[in-house]
């Protein structure tokens, strides 16, 4: 096979599971220290933010560039640069002393830790033989699944404990582990070696204007009203110009810095368009509950980063089941029941209501879990079969952008759902409380009479008492928004289920073996 065939796979998997397992928990582990960084840095909250949007737009501009990266400078040698830079720049995020300082280091670490996933997929799918890759990936998409509900756990409990330094720290042990086991185990393939072809100087700067545009756009459109800002306004322009030049660019060009003719297969095209959903709703709804369960039932922050857990339990436990079924039965019947699996539990978590105890969420999560796990290994196994040897590095580096950007839609759109839904609701709920509705009448009387009871004037208590039921009618309203949107995100995962028939079926033990 190549150079690397006498390195046992596991330990490969292992090596480059470190990196990824912290490039992804990254995504999501500052989110809840974000009030601790405001308040040790003398900045607002909104301010803070920028140490994530920073994050996340160098991440997004290096992801699709991996590939080509990768035949520059040869993949185990940008393998160990990211995993350096990354670990270097998690110290310096940790020393920062100022909010330009810690958003500079971040962009560090995005860029940085932007290779990691692709590299780490592209590595794997390689190291093992192709009727063992249901088991790759499910060792794998563990990290990818585990990392982002392990985040805002692991982020609270080091922020309440230590500090928000710490939260960067994290990363310099688990770093040094993984740079020591790729230097010892990693090895290039022949085909790979790194070569020196015309730089598309065109296609990286389009690309990273346009990234970088757009991801700005989905992190800060919502906190801006959208197009109602001149500045997202104009980076919506920019974003869309230069991608569509982009597309034009490197679809005629001889040395593309993204390759896109690698949709002209039909699985990988239709299993890039379904990662771009899963990420949409995972994300989506990752960013939907932990508001809900603080804002609306009242949990601390730690809390609902544990009550989020059985969504990991599920796919901590289903992800190596998985694997190894999907080496034995047809990954596409597993790729539709877990997309079903996925819609049926969030059309299950539309049920909830103000009552809902411990136990409503920790079972439609926990099945989630499972649904998640069914969905992400044979839906990576199913896309890259048709794929070439080299040409992988590529197609799981575009795989893996669009994973993202559907994550960064996801949280933008649900976010302004939210928003506008709940004035929305608020409004048609406050109209029914009028003088002329039995019901309201009653629990406003009902309430001014307990005030009054407990020693308040008439008219304090009349005014509290309207407070009181505005507030109600605000918390009913914050609710039917968010059940209204886990109901759409159920709809939505149902309607994919059809599209899983387009897919080729992998041929057996000859999976990638097309391009060697």
Not at 100 to 117: E, H, K
Not at 183 to 205: N, Q, T
Not at 351 to 358: E, F, H, K, P, S
Request: hydrophobic content about 55%; aromatic content about 10%; charged content about 10%.
């Amino acid at each position: 096979m190549s150079s690397e065939r006498h390195v046992n796979p596991w330990i490969v998997a292992v090596s480059v599971m470190f990196a990824t397992f912290m490039e992804v928990l990254d995504t999501t582990v500052v989110n809840v220290s974000l009030p601790h960084i405001a308040g040790s840095l003398s900045v607002t909250i909104d301010e803070a933010t920028w140490a994530l949007t920073s994050y996340l737009v160098a991440n997004a501009i290096i992801l699709p560039m991996t590939g080509w990266l990768a035949s520059q400078f040869g993949r185990k040698r940008l393998l160990m640069l990211s995993v350096i830079g990354f670990t270097l720049s998690s110290f310096l995020c940790g020393l920062a002393p100022t909010l330009p300082l810690l958003i500079l280091f971040r962009v560090v670490q995005g860029a940085t830790g932007g290779a990691l996933q692709p590299l780490s997929q592209a590595v794997l799918l390689e190291a093992f033989p192709p009727q063992d890759r249901g088991k790759a990936m499910g060792f794998w998409g563990l990290g990818i699944v585990v990392a982002p509900i392990l985040g805002p756990v692991l982020g609270g409990w080091l922020t309440d404990s230590y500090s928000w330094r710490w939260v960067f720290y994290i990363n310099i042990p688990v770093g040094i582990a993984s740079i020591v086991m790729t230097r010892l185990f990693i090895f290039d393939p022949p085909y790979l070696r790194a070569e020196s072809r015309k730089v598309d100087y065109w296609g990286i700067g389009m690309l990273a204007v346009g990234i970088g545009a757009l991801q700005i756009v989905l992190d800060k459109g919502q906190e801006e009203d959208w197009f109602a800002s001149s500045m997202i306004l104009s980076l919506t322009v920019i974003a869309v110009a230069t991608l569509g030049a982009l597309i034009v660019h490197e679809l005629t060009t001889e040395n593309p810095v993204v390759d896109l003719r690698v949709f002209k297969a039909r699985s990988y095209a239709v299993g890039v368009f379904l990662m771009t959903v899963v990420g949409f709703v995972l994300y989506g709804s990752l960013v939907l509950l932990p508001i809900m369960l603080q804002t609306l039932l009242g949990y601390p922050s730690l809390q609902a980063g544990i009550a989020m857990s059985p969504r990991g339990m599920g796919a901590f436990v289903m992800m190596p089941i998985t694997g190894l079924m999907t080496g034995r039965f047809d990954p596409r019947k597993l790729l539709g029941t877990g997309l079903a699996i996925g819609g049926m539990t969030l059309l299950w978590l539309s049920n909830l209501n103000l009552q809902a105890g411990y136990w409503d969420i920790f079972w439609p999560q926990l099945v989630q879990g499972i649904g998640m796990s069914l969905l992400f290994v044979p839906l990576t196994t199913v896309a890259m079969a048709p794929i070439p040897r080299e040409r992988m590095g590529n197609a799981t580096s575009l795989f893996n952008l669009m994973r993202n950007i559907g994550g960064s839609v996801g949280i933008a759109v649900t976010g302004t759902m939210l928003a506008r839904n709940q004035q929305a609701t608020t409004a048609l709920l406050g109209a029914n409380v009028t003088p002329y509705d039995a019901a309201s009448q009653s629990v406003l009387a009902q309430m001014r009479g307990a005030m009054m009871a407990a020693g308040v004037d008439a008219a304090t208590a009349t005014n509290r008492a309207y407070a009181a039921v505005f507030g109600m009618v605000v918390k009913q309203a914050a609710m039917v928004a968010f059940v209204g949107i886990f109901q759409l995100m159920g709809i939505l995962f149902l309607a994919l289920v059809p599209l899983v028939l387009i897919m080729q079926r992998p041929k057996r033990g000859a999976a990638v073996t097309s391009g060697h």
